[in-house]
């Protein structure tokens, strides 16, 4: 395992850092992240995965300049019920609200197995 920042997370290793954030029951198959019925779990890539978690967690989304787009949300921890705020980018909607997610559940750097970190530093 190896940390990343949670901004730079692609592919696989963003669909499983959201499954962690999501409490999901997935793994890695072939490269690819898969639920318990080794169905694809692709969030980062898929409305019909990463649209109910953007609705749910009210997660706004809005176009920056250029191919960027920005996710932001409201979120509170266990260690505080103060409001914080989770922001990140993407190059698509879904990247940049899923980055967020996941940036507000496990920090600005997640464990990602080592057979996805390699395909994450190739994406970026």
Same mark, same amino acid.
């Given at each position: 395992?190896?940390?990343?920042?949670?901004?730079?997370?692609?592919?696989?290793?963003?669909?499983?850092?959201?499954?962690?954030?999501?409490?999901?029951?997935?793994?890695?198959?072939?490269?690819?992240?898969?639920?318990?019925?080794?169905?694809?779990?692709?969030?980062?890539?898929?409305?019909?995965?990463?649209? *109910?978690? &953007?609705?749910?967690?009210?997660?706004?989304?809005?176009?920056?300049? %250029? +191919?960027?787009?920005?996710?932001?949300? #409201?979120?509170?921890?266990?260690?505080?019920?103060?409001?914080?705020?989770?922001?990140?980018?993407?190059?698509? *909607?879904? &990247?940049?609200?899923?980055?967020?997610?996941?940036?507000?559940?496990? %920090? +600005?750097?997640?464990?990602?197995?080592? #057979?996805?970190?390699?395909?994450?530093?190739?994406?970026?």
């Amino acid at each position: 395992m190896k940390k990343v920042k949670t901004g730079e997370l692609t592919g696989a290793a963003l669909d499983l850092a959201v499954a962690k954030a999501n409490e999901d029951t997935c793994a890695v198959w072939n490269g690819k992240v898969v639920d318990q019925w080794t169905n694809p779990y692709t969030p980062s890539d898929d409305w019909g995965v990463g649209g *109910p978690i &953007i609705e749910r967690e009210k997660i706004a989304i809005d176009a920056e300049m %250029g +191919d960027v787009w920005r996710a932001k949300m #409201e979120y509170t921890n266990d260690d505080s019920f103060d409001s914080q705020w989770s922001e990140e980018n993407g190059p698509t *909607p879904l &990247i940049a609200a899923m980055r967020c997610f996941v940036a507000s559940k496990l %920090g +600005d750097e997640v464990d990602v197995p080592d #057979e996805l970190v390699e395909a994450t530093i190739k994406s970026v």
